[in-house]
């Protein structure tokens, strides 16, 4: 498992500046940002081997596929079922302010003021007080957010993420810390002091 250069530095960025801070609104936005790009490529996957399937079955039949999905030559049936489907995607590959503050407040009892979030989008955009900082991370803005402050995660990320072994520790990272802090809420609950 060899990772590239970017990917390295943002494994160490998530883990020296992200995880570390152990503040949940952080790791809370990134893990369901890259988990809902997770679910995404699974679905097209799986759209890619239905395709295929079908595709090998007209074959067998001497159709071909275009003949299958297109009856009697109509060609636009392929590209609205698609455009159809990215615009979807698109839309579950985005959190909303509304979303990501709900989820909070749901899974942690936690509320979401303006100044954390604001602080949070800095953080995962590589806005530090320290040029030092910014320039040692300058491959890690991992997420955008638009006009009406809708959340996602950017292009360069998602094409880094499509390493499965890269995946696959960013989300180990995000899941570990997820994991200790439901130890340390439980071990409030009990009266246990936490380390």
Avoid: W
């Amino acid at each position: 498992m060899t990772l590239t250069g970017d990917q390295e530095i943002i494994i160490e960025y998530l883990s020296k500046k992200v995880i570390s801070y152990k503040r949940i609104q952080d790791i809370t936005l990134l893990k369901v940002l890259v988990e809902q790009e997770m679910r995404g490529r699974s679905y097209q996957e799986l759209l890619r081997q239905e395709k295929y399937a079908v595709s090998r079955v007209a074959d067998e039949e001497s159709y071909s596929y275009k003949d299958y999905i297109e009856p009697e030559g109509n060609q636009t049936i392929e590209l609205q079922i698609q455009r159809e489907h990215d615009l979807v995607r698109e839309r579950e590959l985005r959190l909303t302010r509304q979303q990501y503050a709900d989820f909070l407040k749901d899974a942690y009892g936690v509320s979401l003021s303006a100044r954390t979030e604001e602080s949070v989008y800095r953080n995962l955009t590589n806005v530090f007080p320290q040029e030092a900082e910014r320039k040692k991370y300058a491959v890690c803005i991992l997420i955008e957010r638009d006009e009406e402050g809708t959340y996602y995660l950017t292009e360069r990320f998602r094409d880094l993420l499509r390493d499965d072994s890269f995946r696959d520790m960013v989300l180990e990272l995000l899941q570990y810390y997820d994991g200790l802090l439901s130890l340390q809420d439980y071990q409030r609950r009990l009266g246990v002091e936490c380390s």
